[in-house]
């Protein structure tokens, strides 16, 4: 089993930029697979960016191409988000998922694809 928390929420202005973190407790957080999820208010939780467990292997929501960069340092047993050029509908709760995968290449970009969950952490973009 895993645990996740999330860091580095918080508010910003449109065109700004702010980077999560994810820590994983446990020794073996190289085997997981992690992703990104954000949850607008009143909306369903989407995908937002997706890595393999070597990190060599990324998978990305098409809406937010170009601005989000999803990293790993597994060393570290930490996720990252960077976001640049934040816009005010990425506002939301974010959270990082991780589920135990054989292929290290292997990414998962459905809810129901992960296992663990963290808190999540508060996104706000002011325009």
């Known amino acids: 089993q895993v645990q996740l928390v999330e860091s580095g929420g918080g508010l910003v202005q449109a065109g700004g930029s702010l980077r999560l973190s994810c820590v994983a407790s446990?020794?073996?957080?190289?085997?997981?697979?992690m992703g990104w999820f954000r949850q607008a208010p009143g909306k369903e939780r989407e995908f937002v960016r997706a890595i393999s467990r070597s990190g060599t292997k990324i998978a990305y929501a098409d809406s937010m191409k170009g601005r989000f960069t999803i990293s790993r340092d597994n060393a570290k047993n930490t996720v990252y988000l960077q976001m640049n050029s934040l816009e005010p509908e990425d506002t939301g709760v974010y959270y990082c998922?991780?589920?135990?995968?054989?292929?290290?290449?292997?990414?998962?970009?459905?809810?129901?694809?992960?296992?663990?969950w963290g808190q999540g952490t508060q996104v706000t973009v002011s325009s």
């Open positions: 998922a991780a589920r135990r995968v054989e292929d290290t290449l292997g990414v998962l970009t459905t809810i129901r694809g992960y296992d663990y």
């Open positions: 446990g020794r073996t957080f190289s085997r997981y697979a």
